[in-house]
């Protein structure tokens, strides 16, 4: 049996074993993320720095207050969550996007309309980068029309999205032509950032939880949901896959990051058509 062990890192709020296993329970059950034990320093900084933001000294208390639900969860829920991204991000999955709808697209004349879901998209860079590539093939065949959702469990992370204003260090990885592409060339001339209103037209931003995701959420012809599902144990991510076939149209196309494989019976519903990149199959998983 494990003792009871203070992992306190200071002495203002005592953050115990069992306060670690709480915190971990409430992941797992709430957004399916799996929490290892090497974490728990980080997550005592986070927990201990909102906790004195909120004037609370007492560990057992503010968990409490968590199972009303309302604001103060969701502040919990973005101290758990990892965000880490940024503009075409792996890039290779961009380039086999576009090659697959421009092919799409030489095959017929008819109005043609795609869906996108960007699934924890984080600060929104994705779900910009998609609406980058679609927005030029809508140059080159007029018959296309697209959008894209873009969803979050982290409310402050989709506030900072649909702002569409990013950090001179955000755009670093981007040469001067993605650059102009992407960003209001007025706000440029300030040393600003904002995505140009066309693109952020195309984009809706969304909170939805993985574990509980809704009936409408449906219908998409490629889903990209990266470097979201390693942070999931096997059996959750088998639900996920369930979860994402169901709502690919046939033919359509999921994007994983490049760490994370389908696993289990996935396997054999989904075709490795790229790197990471998985055709749905026709039936049921």
Partial sequence: MQSDRSVTVSND????????????????NEIGLTISEAKTELLYSRIARRMRLVGETDFEAYFRSLEVGGCEEKHFISLLTTNVTSFFREGHHFELLRKIIARKCELTAEKTHFRIWSAGCSSGQEAYSIALVLDKLCSVFPHVDFDILASDVDDSMLRKAKSGQYLKEETQNLDGSRIGELFCQSRLRLGEFEVKPKL??????????????????AGFDFIFCRNVVIYFDRATQDLLWKQFHCRIKDGGVLFLGQAERLSGVAEKHFKKIGITAFEKTKGNL
């Fill in 200 to 217: 952020k037209s195309r984009v809706s931003f969304r909170n939805i939880n993985l574990m509980n995701i809704g009936a409408e959420v």
């Fill in 13 to 28: 709020i005592e953050f115990s074993q069992s306060d670690f296993e709480k915190v971990s329970g409430f992941a797992k």
